[in-house]
């Protein structure tokens, strides 16, 4: 089983709607949980944290599962500037990094 | 002012070359990293330097060298370079560790031929 699983899409979205993702991942000692944001051929970008009670940041909302082992990301009212690769992070128990492969979204005018 | 800073940003050599790409973090930061993002675009780890220091060194063949002449600086030199190594090559920095938001550089392309 891969360190960090997402499903790499595309998720085409209609400019306005709402999309949302998950991700999990296999390491249960794992502490820290992030998304990052990856524009086509740039570098990748923290997004946004995910704590534990979940967070909010503007249009955006994350939220972790620590029982299912899964984070999610939900983006409301997509903009066309949303279409991105979204990355899921995860600290693992032995300090390192562990990323996914990345949600790809399109959003359609 | 560029954070995290690496040069080239597009890098095409013959097999069995050896060759450097530098990264320069204005930040302040302590811990400094190395990454590699194939084809199938997965993000690795290769080297991760605290103050200069070597944290962590993945499983990545031993043609791969970095040197921290200094807490801003990390550098990586590869020796006889193969088609394999192709690659985007991303430096990045983060304030205390991976548990804090890491900067990214630009990415080097590598392409070798």
């Known amino acids: 089983r891969k360190e960090v699983e997402q499903d790499p899409g595309p998720f085409n979205v209609p400019e306005g709607a709402t999309v949302a993702f998950n991700c999990t991942y296999s390491n249960s000692a794992s502490q820290s949980f992030f998304w990052y944001r990856q524009d086509c051929r740039k570098e990748p970008k923290l997004l946004m944290s995910?704590?534990?009670s979940g967070n909010e940041d503007g249009r955006f909302t994350a939220q972790l599962n620590r029982a299912s082992q899964y984070i999610s990301l939900l983006i409301r009212d997509s903009k066309l500037s949303d279409s991105a690769t979204y990355l899921c992070?995860?600290?693992?128990?032995?300090?390192?990094?562990?990323f996914g492969k990345g949600n790809q979204v399109v959003v359609i005018p | 002012d560029t954070a995290v800073s690496q040069t080239p940003k597009y890098l095409v050599t013959q097999m069995g070359n050896d060759k450097s790409i530098k990264c320069e973090q204005n930040l302040g930061h302590d811990t400094m990293y190395w990454y590699k993002q194939d084809s199938k675009k997965f993000l690795k780890i290769m080297f991760s330097y605290n103050n200069k220091e070597l944290i962590i060194n993945e499983t990545v063949p031993n043609r791969f060298s970095p040197k921290s002449p200094d807490k801003a600086h990390l550098n990586l030199h590869i020796n006889s370079l193969e088609l394999g190594d192709s690659a985007v090559y991303f430096c990045?920095?983060?304030?205390?560790?991976?548990?804090?938001?890491?900067?990214f550089g630009q990415g080097t392309r590598l392409t070798v031929v």
């Open positions: 992070v995860v600290l693992k128990g032995n300090n390192r990094l562990a």
């Open positions: 995910v704590y534990s």
């Open positions: 990045a920095s983060s304030l205390r560790g991976p548990n804090t938001e890491a900067f």
